[in-house]
């Protein structure tokens, strides 16, 4: 006896708990409210208080393993004397009996069974069960325990058994959770964790431990007075609460890690949230998301598809290092709603949905756009800053220059130079001349040189603040803009571009993105997202890009969405970079944005590398790839959602305005001759369109100014087709050669003005291939 107060006065309560035994990790969850994933630097474990902690669990728990637990002072002498005389006999070693034994055990002191050890934690366990009150050792006991499939605390089993909070648990279920106290290898139905190597862990024999288990528990219950005899028999009447089968191991496999680095980095790097790095890391965080589980994965899979189709890296060494990147902002909220980051989180580290140095060619030009109808183009006579008052109203009729290869120009008409002093000469995709050519169809063709010389016009600042007011951040534009940075020379991310395109959608109204909706610390909730907008655009100007990005799609580059989404209202732009390194497709509903990307880099050589051959295509475009997947994904995505509609766009005030004399002078005089006239090469050709319909208040139009061969005449097998002039050669030249001829309009004495006109007796308009 004097031996023992001696200990007693000796031993002391730790000050900690063991680090394992308050561990926790962080659970994500969808936005539906569903689970997503348990990950963090602790144990699976959430922590939750003695009142979230459902009655039927307590009662379960003290009738099975302890009944004396809230008269006793914390230890069974009986108990630790018949597991002594055991170990001392050489038998089985025993574990101690009372929960708040087992409490100690778990977070104190190891799991090894010696006599030292349970000395220990007989006389910590005395004073413990002094020091604390009854609920809080129960609570903790129930919050350390282990209870199988990775899972510790009741929280976390509750989801790992029944997929449902510890609170939502039945009588019944909470007597199988009690039954996994008592060796839950041996108790879970699907079988223990070393069931491949131990029989005795065998899923048909755990099946019968765990009903036994589970009917003894009920059995105690009416014992110790918690149910009645015939609430028992009603219970076990409904049959045993078989759990679910187990799901895999929680992985960050596939979308599922991008998501939580996503998710973590809108927590830390969100002014209004308040969490450190540590206090992440520690865990024991419900966090809400704003990822919709059907969307992910439909990107997921189309992408999939279009990879498994097209792509044959084993036979094809330009489909090696090929990788995609998107992601999905809602307009008028920034939520993110989804991203594909790569093939998995697991292989792939580094989220192709956020910065990859991918540049995105002509999916910038909206931008451009932007700042030219919200400020307007430099006065060529004024000075070089002038105020939106001092400058010249711009409209999608605005015409500039559009032929390939012309000098760049500073705002008031002279030759741009670059740092060694030479011009600087822009070519337009494959070369093609468009001649004179408005904004508009500018960017229906994707033609390069009005908007680099437009945003020269505008000043390249107003495009940065353009890029920027939309939700382009400031890593994804230039400090310092060079006059490419209007092609689209910058990298910013696939998030960024889909939030820019989805301020035009929500008509200029600017949100930022946000991932999480709320953290929650058991009950309290710790952080809320507080949405917010501000005006980045008027709306007219917004809506204004909407309806020629429109253009776009049902007769421009991005034609081939249009094929797909059939008639639900879609914008968007295609974009190809310099030498096929990148291609993207960037675009809107009134619902959803959504920003697609294509492009190769090997991990080992840092760079990008051409896509000429890849998928067995002599080029790939924006208009490709990537707006097949755009426009797959996100038909799935806005299954059995209204199409809405885009706002009307504003009526064109601005005056007409032809910019850098880029109109030819009209005459009524005869047209130049043959040999003077300034028409493409039959080689060149623009983006296919079904039509194309010149202003009726454009005195110079695409095909010509008034009455010099605009109306088609009935044709012939070699005179031009449907729009190749009179039939007899008439007085006016055809605009185009129509699709089965190889010839415009022959004879006559006046040249037509149009893009397409060809010369009077040579081979005119489109070739029959174009």
């Given at each position: 006896m004097?031996?023992?107060?001696?200990?007693?006065?000796?031993?002391e309560?730790?000050?900690?708990?063991?680090?394992?035994?308050?561990?926790?990790?962080?659970?994500?969850?969808?936005?539906?409210?569903?689970?997503?994933?348990?990950h963090?630097?602790?144990?699976?474990?959430?922590?939750?208080?003695f009142?979230?902690?459902?009655?039927?669990?307590?009662?379960?728990?003290?009738?099975?393993?302890?009944?004396?637990?809230?008269?006793?002072?914390?230890?069974?002498?009986?108990g630790i004397?018949?597991?002594a005389?055991?170990?001392?006999?050489?038998?089985?070693?025993?574990s101690g009996?009372?929960?708040?034994?087992?409490?100690v055990?778990?977070?104190?002191?190891?799991?090894?069974?010696?006599?030292?050890?349970?000395?220990k934690?007989l006389?910590?366990?005395?004073?413990?069960?002094?020091?604390?009150?009854?609920?809080?050792?129960?609570?903790?006991y129930?919050?350390?325990?282990?209870?199988?499939?990775?899972?510790?605390?009741?929280?976390?089993?509750?989801?790992?058994?029944?997929q449902?909070?510890?609170?939502?648990?039945?009588?019944?279920?909470?007597?199988?959770?009690?039954?996994?106290?008592?060796g839950?290898?041996?108790?879970?139905?699907?079988?223990?964790?070393?069931?491949?190597?131990?029989?005795?862990?065998?899923?048909?024999?755990?099946?019968?431990r765990?009903k036994?288990?589970?009917g003894?528990?009920?059995?105690?219950?009416v014992?110790?007075?918690?149910?009645?005899?015939?609430?028992?028999?009603?219970?076990?009447?409904k049959?045993?609460?078989?759990?679910?089968?187990?799901?895999?191991?929680?992985?960050?496999?596939?979308?599922?890690?991008?998501?939580?680095?996503?998710?973590n980095?809108?927590?830390?790097?969100?002014?209004?949230?308040?969490?450190?790095?540590?206090?992440?890391?520690?865990?024991?965080?419900?966090?809400h998301?704003?990822?919709?589980?059907?969307?992910?994965?439909?990107?997921?899979k189309?992408?999939?598809?279009?990879?498994?189709?097209?792509?044959?890296?084993k036979?094809?060494?330009?489909?090696?290092?090929?990788?995609?990147?998107?992601?999905?902002?809602?307009?008028?909220?920034?939520?993110?709603?989804?991203?594909?980051?790569?093939?998995?989180?697991?292989?792939?580290?580094?989220?192709?949905?956020?910065?990859?140095?991918?540049?995105?060619?002509?999916?910038?030009?909206p931008?451009?756009?932007?700042?030219?109808?919200?400020?307007?183009?430099?006065?060529?006579?004024?000075?070089?800053?002038?105020?939106?008052?001092?400058?010249?109203?711009?409209?999608?009729?605005?015409?500039?220059?559009?032929?390939?290869?012309?000098?760049?120009?500073?705002?008031?008409g002279?030759?741009?130079?670059?740092?060694?002093?030479?011009?600087?000469?822009t070519?337009?995709?494959?070369?093609?001349?468009?001649?004179?050519?408005?904004l508009?169809?500018?960017?229906?063709?994707?033609?390069?040189?009005?908007?680099i010389?437009?945003?020269?016009?505008?000043?390249?600042?107003?495009?940065?603040?353009?890029?920027?007011?939309?939700?382009?951040?400031?890593?994804?534009?230039?400090?310092?803009?060079?006059?490419?940075?209007a092609?689209?020379?910058?990298?910013?991310?696939?998030?960024?571009?889909?939030?820019?395109?989805?301020?035009?959608?929500?008509?200029?109204?600017?949100?930022?993105?946000?991932?999480?909706?709320?953290?929650?610390?058991?009950?309290?909730?710790?952080?809320?997202?507080?949405?917010?907008?501000?005006?980045?655009?008027?709306?007219s100007?917004?809506?204004?890009?909407?309806?020629?990005?429109?253009?776009?799609?049902?007769?421009?580059?991005?034609?081939?969405?249009?094929?797909?989404?059939?008639?639900?209202?879609?914008?968007?732009?295609?974009?190809?970079t310099d030498?096929?390194?990148?291609?993207?497709?960037?675009?809107?509903?009134?619902?959803?944005?959504?920003?697609?990307?294509m492009?190769?880099?090997?991990?080992?050589?840092?760079?990008?590398?051409?896509?000429?051959?890849?998928?067995?295509?002599?080029?790939?475009?924006?208009?490709?790839?990537?707006?097949?997947?755009?426009?797959?994904?996100?038909?799935?995505?806005?299954?059995?959602?209204?199409?809405?509609?885009?706002?009307?766009?504003?009526?064109?005030?601005?005056?007409?305005?032809?910019?850098?004399?880029?109109?030819?002078?009209?005459?009524?005089?005869?047209?130049?001759?043959?040999?003077?006239?300034?028409?493409?090469?039959?080689?060149?050709?623009?983006?296919p369109?079904?039509?194309?319909?010149?202003?009726?208040?454009?005195?110079?139009g695409?095909?010509?100014?008034?009455?010099?061969?605009?109306?088609?005449?009935?044709?012939?097998?070699?005179?031009?087709?449907?729009?190749?002039?009179t039939?007899?050669?008439?007085?006016?030249?055809?605009?185009?050669?129509?699709?089965?001829?190889?010839?415009?309009?022959?004879?006559?004495?006046?040249?037509?003005?149009?893009?397409?006109?060809?010369?009077?007796?040579?081979?005119?308009?489109?070739?029959?291939?174009?």
């Open positions: 004097g031996l023992a107060g001696i200990a007693y006065a000796m031993v309560v730790p000050d900690n708990a063991k680090i394992d035994a308050t561990s926790q990790s962080n659970v994500y969850y969808w936005a539906g409210g569903e689970r997503m994933v348990e963090g630097t602790g144990k699976n474990r959430q922590i939750i208080t009142d979230e902690i459902p009655d039927e669990m307590k009662e379960a728990v003290v009738a099975g393993e302890n009944e004396t637990f809230y008269e006793d002072s914390g230890i069974s002498p009986w004397a018949r597991a005389f055991r170990m001392a006999m050489g038998g089985d070693t025993q009996s009372t929960i708040t034994q087992q409490y055990k778990n977070t104190y002191l190891n799991q090894d069974q010696t006599l030292s050890r349970k000395a934690e006389l910590i366990s005395i004073k413990v069960d002094a020091r604390l009150e009854k609920r809080e050792i129960l609570a903790g129930l919050n350390t325990a282990y209870y199988g499939r990775g899972a510790y605390g009741i929280q976390a089993a509750s989801h790992a058994y029944y449902k909070d510890a609170k939502e648990l039945t009588r019944s279920e909470a007597a199988f959770m009690a039954a996994l106290l008592n839950p290898n041996l108790h879970d139905p699907a079988g223990g964790e070393a069931q491949s190597i131990s029989a005795a862990q065998a899923p048909e024999k755990n099946k019968v765990a036994d288990r589970w003894y528990i009920l059995t105690r219950e014992e110790t007075k918690k149910i009645s005899a015939a609430k028992r028999k009603e219970i076990t009447a049959g045993f609460p078989t759990p679910e089968e187990p799901e895999r191991s929680s992985s960050l496999g596939g979308q599922i890690g991008y998501l939580v680095d996503l998710a980095n809108d927590i830390l790097n969100n002014p209004e949230s308040h969490l450190t790095k540590k206090e992440l890391d520690d865990g024991g965080y419900e966090i998301t704003t990822f919709k589980k059907d969307k992910v994965e439909a990107l997921e189309t992408i999939k598809k279009v990879r498994k189709d097209n792509l044959k890296p036979d094809r060494k330009q489909d090696k290092f090929v990788q995609f990147g998107g992601a999905s902002v809602r307009p008028g909220d920034g939520a993110i709603v989804a991203v594909y980051g790569g093939t998995s989180a697991t292989e792939h580290f580094r989220s192709n949905a956020g910065r990859t140095g991918a540049g995105v060619g002509s999916t910038f030009k931008y451009v756009m932007a700042a030219a109808l919200e400020h307007g183009v430099r006065d060529p006579e004024g000075a070089p800053d002038q105020t939106d008052g001092e400058r010249i109203a711009v409209s999608p009729k605005t015409r500039y220059n559009g032929d390939s290869k012309i000098k760049l120009l500073t705002y008031d002279e030759t741009w130079l670059n740092g060694d002093g030479e011009p600087q000469y070519p337009n995709e494959g070369d093609t001349d468009y001649e004179e050519i408005t508009r169809e500018a960017m229906r063709v994707s033609a390069n040189t009005p908007f010389q437009l945003g020269m016009d505008v000043g390249l600042d107003e495009v940065k603040e353009s890029a920027l007011a939309a939700g382009v951040s400031e890593r994804g534009v230039m400090k310092n803009p060079v006059p490419a940075f092609l689209g020379i910058t990298s910013p991310t696939a998030v960024e571009m889909a939030n820019g395109y989805a301020t035009f959608a929500n008509s200029g109204l600017h949100n930022d993105t946000y991932a999480v909706t709320e953290v929650k610390d058991g009950s309290k909730r710790v952080y809320k997202h507080n949405a917010s907008q501000d005006r980045a655009f008027d709306p100007t917004a809506d204004t890009v909407t309806d020629m990005l429109v253009d776009v799609v049902q007769e421009g580059t991005g034609y081939k969405v249009a094929d797909i989404m059939g008639d639900r209202p879609v914008a968007g732009k295609t974009g190809t030498d096929n390194k990148q291609a993207w497709f960037t675009g809107y509903t009134p619902q959803l944005s959504t920003s697609i990307g492009w190769r880099n090997d991990p080992e050589n840092p760079g990008f590398l051409s896509m000429y051959k890849t998928a067995g295509e002599s080029t790939i475009h924006g208009g490709a790839f990537p707006a097949e997947i755009w426009a797959t994904y996100m038909s799935e995505a806005l299954d059995g959602v209204e199409p809405g509609a885009f706002p009307e766009p504003p009526p064109v005030t601005a005056e007409d305005y032809c910019a850098h004399d880029a109109c030819p002078t009209e005459s009524p005089e005869p047209s130049p001759s043959p040999s003077e006239s300034a028409s493409p090469s039959p080689s060149e050709s623009v983006s369109s079904p039509s194309i319909t010149p202003s009726p208040t454009d005195t110079c695409f095909f010509g100014c008034s009455d010099q061969g605009n109306t088609a005449g009935p044709g012939g097998a070699e005179n031009g087709g449907t729009n190749g002039g039939a007899d050669g008439g007085t006016d030249q055809g605009t185009t050669g129509g699709p089965g001829g190889t010839q415009g309009g022959t004879g006559g004495d006046d040249s037509g003005g149009g893009i397409f006109g060809g010369p009077q007796t040579d081979t005119g308009g489109r070739t029959e291939e174009d």
